[in-house]
């Protein structure tokens, strides 16, 4: 099956600073999708790309598809304490979904 | 969030026992999920359904099975339930292709094999 390889897996940061997470794959994507889960809930869809070289925004949040559409990234400017969970993306490949193992993000007050 | 429950929520059982989860949604979405999810590993898929007693295998389906006779039911059964299976199971639906895709999970199961 498809990997999606997500890096970094912890990032603690002080509030206000920015986070950045990636996800990178071996082969070419039809698309990405990232999904934010906060402590003790379930993963929420937050966006999908489709397009080579796309960037999308989200209030505080940027997401960009790679030019191969072989990686993906997700940054938050200047971090709140709500921005705090799990951040996967998510490779759709006919109908099955490839999640990446996750960025934990902890952000201190 | 579409309106997907799964029964139980919490689970303890013993090695050899079956179990069987449920997630029932009523957005009439085509497309079902069960994922487990451990530490380390994200969101893996077991079985999908792509309609009404329509089904496949995901990419860690050893050991599970799954049964849909009704758009709104998405059963998981462990037929012998191992200690390497206690984890949290999100069940997730997705609308017909098209669009954005995007997948609604339920709250999720904790299950746990002694």
């Known amino acids: 099956g498809q990997q999606v390889m997500q890096i970094p897996q912890y990032q603690h940061v002080q509030e206000g600073e920015d986070f950045t997470t990636y996800c990178n794959s071996s082969?070419?994507?039809?698309?990405i999708q990232w999904y934010k889960q906060r402590p003790g809930g379930h993963p929420v869809f937050l966006i999908q790309?489709?397009?080579?070289?796309e960037v999308k925004k989200q209030k505080r949040l940027t997401f960009q598809f790679g030019e191969a559409k072989k990686n993906s990234s997700l940054h938050i400017t200047a971090t709140q304490t709500t921005d705090v969970g799990t951040y996967f993306c998510?490779?759709?490949?006919?109908?099955?979904?490839?999640f990446g193992s996750g960025t934990k993000l902890n952000v201190k007050p | 969030d579409a309106g997907i429950t799964q029964s139980p929520r919490h689970k303890v059982t013993e090695t050899g026992t079956p179990v069987t989860l449920r997630c029932h949604q009523t957005?009439?979405?085509?497309?079902m999920y069960w994922y487990r999810q451990d530490p380390g590993h994200g969101l893996r898929l077991i079985h999908y359904?792509?309609?009404?007693?329509?089904?496949d295998k995901g990419e860690v389906s050893d050991g599970y099975s799954v049964s849909r006779s009704k758009t709104e039911d998405f059963l998981l059964t462990l037929e012998s339930a191992t200690s390497s299976q206690t984890s949290v199971y999100f069940c997730?639906?997705?609308?017909?292709?098209?669009?954005?895709?995007?997948?609604?999970f339920g709250p999720g199961t904790r299950l746990t094999v002694l």
């Open positions: 997730a639906t997705r609308a017909s292709s098209g669009g954005a895709n995007e997948q609604f």
């Open positions: 082969t070419t994507l039809s698309n």
């Open positions: 790309l489709v397009k080579s070289g």
């Open positions: 998510a490779a759709h490949n006919f109908n099955k979904f490839y």
């Open positions: 957005e009439n979405h085509r497309y």
């Open positions: 359904s792509y309609g009404v007693k329509d089904t």
